[in-house]
């Protein structure tokens, strides 16, 4: 129970959502997270209008994973390089 008491809540709106995010990150890092998820979905809606919430938040999910790994790989491929 001491461990829930040190977590931190911080409360951010997602397109057009409000959802309370208990954890560790200080709230500057959850705002910044949240903003970039809300840009991208914002984003991906531009194109696709017709798109219902959750197969726009399904898109976006798609689409930051995609980049996610990518970064990875290019890290990991520079770091192998450099070793």
Request: glycine share 4%; no cysteine; aromatic share 8%.
């Given at each position: 129970m001491a461990d829930d008491q040190s977590k931190k809540r911080t409360t951010v709106t997602i397109?057009?959502?409000?959802?309370?995010?208990?954890?560790?990150?200080?709230?500057?890092?959850?705002?910044?997270v949240a903003n970039y998820l809300d840009k991208r979905m914002k984003e991906y809606?531009?194109?696709?209008?017709?798109?219902?919430?959750?197969?726009l938040a399904v898109?976006?999910?798609?689409?930051?994973?995609?980049d996610y790994i990518k970064l990875k790989e290019e890290?990991?491929?520079?770091?192998?390089?450099?070793?």
């Amino acid at each position: 129970m001491a461990d829930d008491q040190s977590k931190k809540r911080t409360t951010v709106t997602i397109y057009g959502q409000q959802y309370t995010i208990v954890g560790d990150e200080q709230p500057s890092h959850i705002n910044q997270v949240a903003n970039y998820l809300d840009k991208r979905m914002k984003e991906y809606k531009a194109y696709n209008p017709y798109l219902d919430t959750t197969r726009l938040a399904v898109l976006t999910a798609l689409n930051v994973v995609d980049d996610y790994i990518k970064l990875k790989e290019e890290v990991n491929k520079d770091r192998d390089s450099e070793g």
